[in-house]
């Protein structure tokens, strides 16, 4: 008796070891507003295996897209829009953010970003290069 009880005691200790693990929890929602021409979020830092749910807001006058991506550089910036896309780890595009709208979607991070390398932008015509980007870092 006094074995069984010990080994029931183990068996429950590693499941509930193995469901407080990374990426076991519940997901995070993470609110963004998309503004003329910025964002706002009520979280930029993020962890890795934990799945979180975007709900984004287009507050703005004019369409926008959402997109998590690596910042674009120099050499980057003459990329066409399918070319931006193809690099986005999650996105949500412009017809589907017109001013008023709410979209969510669900994503989680499979790999860390320190600061400077992952941000949320806006590459709808002009946009980014007004500003529209905001700095998100990924830890483990």
């Known amino acids: 008796m006094f074995w069984k009880k010990i080994v029931a005691l183990v068996a429950a200790a590693l499941?509930?070891?193995a469901c407080s693990g990374q990426g076991g929890g519940e997901t995070v929602e993470v609110q963004v507003t998309l503004t003329e021409f910025g964002f706002e979020a009520s979280l930029t830092d993020f962890k890795v295996g934990v799945?979180?749910?975007f709900v984004?807001?287009?507050?703005g006058?004019?369409?926008h897209e959402f997109m998590i991506m690596?910042?674009?550089t120099g050499e980057d910036m003459g990329m066409d829009m399918h070319e931006l896309d193809e690099t986005a780890l999650a996105m949500i595009?412009?017809?589907?953010?017109?001013?008023?709208?709410?979209?969510s979607f669900d994503y989680t991070f499979k790999e860390t970003a320190?600061?400077?390398s992952l941000e949320f932008a806006c590459h709808t015509p002009g946009h980014y290069e007004a500003g529209m980007k905001l700095?998100?870092?990924v830890s483990p």
Request: net charge negative; charged share 10%.
């Open 15 to 17: 499941l509930i070891a």
């Open 51 to 53: 799945p979180y749910r």
């Open 56 to 59: 984004v807001t287009n507050t």
């Open 114 to 116: 320190p600061a400077g």
């Open 135 to 137: 700095p998100i870092t």
């Open 93 to 103: 595009e412009e017809d589907q953010l017109p001013s008023g709208a709410t979209v």
């Open 70 to 72: 690596a910042p674009l």
């Open 61 to 63: 006058a004019v369409n």
